[in-house]
């Protein structure tokens, strides 16, 4: 039997409209009932079925009732702000762990009697959604095959997905187990460290790669989609380069984008001996003049912008200019020393040089 069948079942045996989502709010299922017009059907519900998911504020509502840690149902009041009829919510729990949620609209005449009626079938849904999230595990243990540069272990992954996708890379944090199976349907991941891979639909992969991250509390990166997933391993190599991105530069935490990276795009693919060395030139600064350098370089050497962006007068800003100048020996009312100095900032940036708050 699967989830729809179940959820009918459930619907049938409770004379209650019906809906099973996933630990992520994701909509699994939903059954109506006889009794199901349109005057007894609140916000929530119409929006989970129509959108495929529940809102943040609304999810925010539910866990403040503990539905997460919940062994058995939980009654929700009424909230008509948030568009919210009374209901009950059965955690969906099998092995001690909560994969989903059974949300029963209740006017008040589900009684804990009537409730254990459809105990049989929680169980069942509950065992369903354990079985679909070990074989996402199982998906998730593959995945570094595809991710693979080896044309040859990529091919052995026997997966098959559907385009476009994004990877994401991101920092784990040591001895720190997080809930990657809560991740939205269609997403895999697998944990590791340093770092845990995640494959995402193209369109999900920002806020799915701000999830993991929150979980961590780390950073994260995304590489550019992919149609073709030979091709996954190119996006899988950009994500890594753009977590680089993330951790040291603070314009681009905690979640960098590929896409979004510009110049450092070409400066996360160098080796820290080779950053060590285009850092150089910035050498004899320290963090103040490297900060206001940088940023007047940052603004296209506009000085206005540049002080006022610093809080600092324009003739202070003249001054840590002229002394920069001094100590680095380059000119920067010239075009090649100007290029010079900025890369020099930008790597030093990344190594976690001199001017970074």
């Known amino acids: 039997m699967d ?34 017009i349109e005057g007894e059907i609140d916000t929530v519900r119409r929006d989970s079925i129509l959108r495929r998911r529940a809102s943040d504020e609304v999810r925010a509502y539910f866990e403040g009732y503990g539905i997460a840690a919940a062994a058995g149902p939980v009654r929700i009041p009424a909230d008509r702000g948030l568009g919210v009829l009374a209901r009950v919510c059965v955690p969906l729990r099998h092995g001690g762990v909560t994969y989903g949620y059974l949300w029963l609209l209740d006017p008040g005449e589900l009684s804990d009697e009537r409730l254990a009626r459809a105990a049989p079938l929680v169980e069942r849904a509950a065992a369903a959604l354990a079985r679909e999230a070990r074989s996402r595990q199982d998906l998730g ?35 720190r187990v997080v809930p990657l199976w809560t991740l939205p349907r269609g997403v895999l991941a697998d944990p590791g460290d340093p770092l845990t891979a995640v494959l995402a639909p193209a369109g999900q992969a920002r806020a799915v790669a701000e ?90 050497g506009r000085a206005r912008e540049t002080a006022e962006a610093l809080a600092v007068h324009r003739q202070t800003l003249y001054y840590r200019l002229a002394k920069a100048g001094r100590l680095t020996g380059l000119d920067l009312a010239n075009g090649e020393d100007r290029l010079t100095l900025h890369l020099a900032l930008k790597a030093a940036t990344l190594l976690g040089g001199p001017g970074r708050t």
């Open 3 to 36: 989830l729809q069948e179940l959820v009918e079942d459930v619907a049938r045996v409770l004379g209650a409209p019906a809906t099973l989502e996933d630990r992520a709010f994701q909509l699994l299922a939903y059954a109506a009932h006889s009794g199901d």
């Open 211 to 300: 999830t993991v991250q929150a979980m961590y509390g780390t950073a994260a990166g995304v590489g550019a989609p992919r149609d073709d997933q030979n091709e996954v391993w190119r996006s899988w190599r950009e994500a890594t380069l753009a977590l680089r991105a993330a951790q040291r530069v603070p314009a681009f935490a905690p979640v960098a984008e590929w896409a979004a990276l510009g110049a450092h795009r070409l400066l996360v693919r160098l080796s820290p001996a080779e950053l060590t060395e285009l850092a150089g030139a910035a050498e004899p600064l320290d963090a103040e003049l490297a900060r206001t350098v940088e940023k007047y370089l940052d603004h296209g």
């Open 141 to 175: 243990e593959r995945l570094r095959d595809l991710l693979s540069a080896d044309p040859e272990v990529r091919a052995a992954s026997g997966l098959d997905l559907v385009p476009p996708v994004a990877a994401i890379a991101v920092h784990s944090a040591y001895g």
